[in-house]
Structure formats: structure tokens, C-alpha cells
């Protein structure tokens, strides 16, 4: 790679990024996609997440995008979602919106960029009817128990005859104290599993909601949540296997949600993703594709057309970061070190020292050499960084790239912490 060559072009290509106006090019080449995906090189950086919010808002007002789908549980996201949409008896305001965002890493969600963002989107909502609200939703998988307490509790409050089958499914899940390596473990090894309650119950909740009003969003959430319990009941038994089954699981899990969430908004409905950039851009072009992985971002291509889905790879060169040294641990703000010598991000700052977006041209060859590309976890140590680089060709990766010259530590909520 000729990285003065690289960086020549950067400064030709690059949009100097101020305000939301200088996002006027980017909305105008997302053109008429129905998939937008936008990344983030961390879950802790708050410029990643006004960024999307900036970007998502004109999306929503300018070309109509239906809903926002985030790496996040789908009960809490939903108590979020009932609160935009203003349904009765949900959250009183958008701090109480966020109080289910109690699982480690809280931060994730319950952060105040987040609460501004949903105060924008309660505002927004005012103006439309139910139908035309915009909705806020969690595709993520990890929500077993909590998806599972949810259906129970809407079944008990609606007297539905599939409580008796949710009960057999919380019944035999209960056994394991919520703890999923009890589960994995007893139901890769010893073949003591709860497939088959979960998937009944999936089938009867989706029968009942084809049967019933298809507008009804409780339902779609009962629904949901039942996907939940199957494709988390399909990944905690495959992580104690190891290697790459489930990842796989994970991100198939959010294609599907994507999917059913899209179904039910209608003909035409169009989606906004906000997850990591591990996620949302193109597995095929990383070295993910050579370990037997695939992402959100290459299963939507593949099944849609790029010509319908728009990714956007976010990152910085230096700055700080919410995170923690450890799973469950303390919640940090750490120093994120300048990226290193000849990584993307260290290109992108040569090109000069302020933030910017790129808008790649996939005819050049400059963009389509691998190159290295931070990655920053939830656990983060800034002293090993080097393993922190995920070889990518850019221009297959994303459509698009937003660069933070120096990026900042997003704010956290105060929240009673729920460790699992």
C-alpha cells in the first residue's frame, strides 16, 4: 500500500464534517436505499452516537425511514419504543424510558445522548398517527429470560390461552438460575435443552398474531420475544461449543428480527440499524470471512442487493471511550491512543486534522487494498491495542465513512446494574 497515495486521495474525496448540513451529499447518495446501516467503531463513544442520531433524524423526516433497529435487547428497547410512540400507560418521560437498560453494559443505551435522541423521537412522533409513528427497536439475542418474562406477563394481563405453553418454556429454562453457561453447557453435552418449548410457543404466537389484528404491537412484541427464546436458546448452546457457530446465530438472529419488525411496518418500510461496525459492514471484506463468520451488513446485501443497502463504517484517530477492563466490571472512561502508524484511522487523520466523511468509489483501487481498522469492545485495555485492528478493504466494507479526528467518552446514565 502507497499510503501518501492513499492519503492524497482522502484529502480529494473528503466532505469536512460540522454540522448536520454537512450531511446534505451523504443523505442525497443513500438515495432510495431501504436498509441504512450505521456503524460505530465502539459502544462508547458519544460522537458515534449523535452522528447516527443526526443522520437518522433527516433520514426519518427527509425519506420517511419506518423505524430504528440497535444492538439491544428487545424488552427494554420496546419499553423505549412504547414511550416514543406514546402508548398508554408507558414511561411517564424519556429518563424512565431508559430504566430498563439495566444490564450490563448499561451504558450502551442508557447514556444521555440516547435520552436526547429519544426526546427528539417522542417530539417527532407527535405529529403522525399511530401508523406513521416511528418505532425504536432491540434485534440483539441475549435477552433469553427477560423476553420469556415478558410473554408470560402480557399473557397473564390478556387471559391469552398461550400462557400454558410459555409457562412449560419458563418452566424448563428456570432451572438453569438464569445463568446461560448452565444452559449451554447442559444442552450441548448433555442433551437437556428447551428447543422444543420454545419453538411451540414461537409457532403459537405467531399464528395468533396472523390470526388477529396485524396492526397490534403487543402482539408483535409477544412475537419477538419468542424469536428470542429460540435463536437464544440456539447460541448459548452453541458459544460452549466454540468457534464461529455462534456469531453466526447472533447476526441470522438479527436479520430475521430486522425482517419480521419490516413485514409488520408494511409495504415499503425502510430501516435504520444502528450497531457495531462488526456488525454492519461487510464480513466478506475482513478477515472474518476466512474464520467461517458473516455479519448483518453482508446477509442484507446478499439477500437484497447493495443497490438497496447503504452501510456506513464510523471510527477515530484518538481521543476517549466508556468502557471497562473486564465483563461486568466498573464503568470506565479510558484513553483511546492515537490509531496506529498506516491504519485506516491514521490515514484519515493525515488527510488532516478534523472530522470528515468519505464517500468511497468502489472503481478505486486505492480503496480496496486491506488495511487495518480499530475495533474497540465493551472490555477494552488500550495497552494492547495492536490486536485491536481488523484487516478491512474500506470500500467493500462500507458505502460510506465518518471519521472523529478526536472523539470523547459518551455520558453514562446512572442505573442499577443487573450482571449477567
Given at each position: 500500500m502507497n499510503s501518501e497515495k492513499v492519503v492524497e486521495k482522502i484529502k480529494e474525496s473528503m466532505i469536512p464534517l460540522e454540522s448536520a448540513g454537512d450531511l446534505d451529499k451523504l443523505v442525497q447518495t443513500i438515495g432510495d436505499a431501504d436498509f441504512v446501516l450505521l456503524g460505530e467503531a465502539s459502544h462508547g463513544t458519544s460522537e458515534f452516537y449523535t452522528w447516527r442520531a443526526e443522520l437518522s433524524k433527516r433520514l426519518i423526516a427527509e425519506k420517511g425511514f419506518s423505524f430504528i433497529a440497535v444492538e439491544g435487547d428487545w424488552p427494554s428497547c420496546y419499553t423505549l419504543n412504547r414511550y416514543v410512540k406514546q402508548y398508554a400507560g408507558a414511561a411517564p418521560n424519556a429518563r424512565e424510558a431508559l430504566r430498563d437498560y439495566n444490564r450490563w453494559p448499561t451504558w450502551m443505551w442508557a447514556n444521555e445522548e440516547i435520552l436526547q435522541f429519544t426526546e427528539w423521537l417522542y417530539e417527532y412522533n407527535k405529529i403522525g398517527t399511530i401508523k406513521e409513528?416511528?418505532?425504536?427497536?432491540?434485534?440483539?439475542?441475549?435477552?433469553?429470560?427477560?423476553?420469556?418474562d415478558e410473554i408470560i406477563k402480557h399473557l397473564e394481563k390478556t387471559g391469552s390461552p398461550e400462557l400454558e405453553t410459555a409457562r412449560k418454556a419458563f418452566t424448563c429454562f428456570d432451572s438453569y438460575n438464569r445463568e446461560p453457561q448452565n444452559y449451554g453447557v447442559s444442552a450441548a453435552f448433555l442433551s437437556e435443552g428447551c428447543e422444543e418449548e420454545v419453538m411451540k410457543l414461537l409457532g403459537e404466537l405467531q399464528a395468533k398474531r396472523q390470526r388477529s389484528d396485524y396492526r397490534d404491537e403487543a402482539l408483535l412484541s409477544d412475537e419477538m420475544n419468542a424469536l428470542v427464546a429460540v435463536n437464544a436458546e440456539n447460541y448459548y448452546r452453541s458459544m460452549v461449543r466454540g468457534g464461529p457457530e455462534s456469531w453466526n446465530v447472533r447476526d441470522h438472529h438479527m436479520v430475521e428480527a430486522l425482517e419480521r419488525i419490516k413485514t409488520f411496518h408494511g409495504k415499503g418500510a425502510k430501516v435504520i440499524v444502528w450497531e457495531h461496525n462488526t456488525h454492519i459492514g461487510d464480513a466478506?471484506?475482513?478477515?472474518?470471512?476466512?474464520d467461517g463468520m458473516i455479519n448483518v451488513g453482508q446477509l442484507v446485501r446478499e439477500k437484497y442487493g447493495q443497490e438497496r443497502v447503504y452501510a456506513i463504517g464510523f471510527g477515530s484517530h484518538r481521543g476517549t471511550v466508556t468502557a471497562s477492563n473486564r465483563w461486568g466490571g466498573e464503568i470506565k472512561t479510558m484513553k483511546a491512543p492515537e490509531a496506529q502508524p498506516?491504519?485506516?484511522e491514521d490515514l484519515m487523520h493525515r488527510a488532516g486534522a478534523f472530522d470528515k466523511m468519505?464517500?468511497?468509489d468502489q472503481k478505486e483501487p486505492l480503496f480496496m487494498e486491506p488495511i487495518g481498522h480499530r475495533a474497540i469492545g465493551v472490555v477494552y485495555n488500550p495497552r494492547h491495542e495492536r490486536g485491536n485492528y481488523v484487516p478491512s478493504v474500506m470500500a467493500h466494507r462500507y458505502d460510506a465513512f465518518i471519521h472523529i479526528d478526536e472523539s470523547h467518552a459518551l455520558s453514562p446514565l446512572k442505573q442499577e446494574v443487573l450482571h449477567v
Open positions: 409513528k416511528v418505532g425504536f427497536y432491540g434485534i440483539d439475542v441475549y435477552s433469553l429470560w427477560e423476553s420469556i466478506r471484506a475482513t478477515d472474518m470471512l476466512e498506516d491504519s485506516w468519505l464517500l468511497f
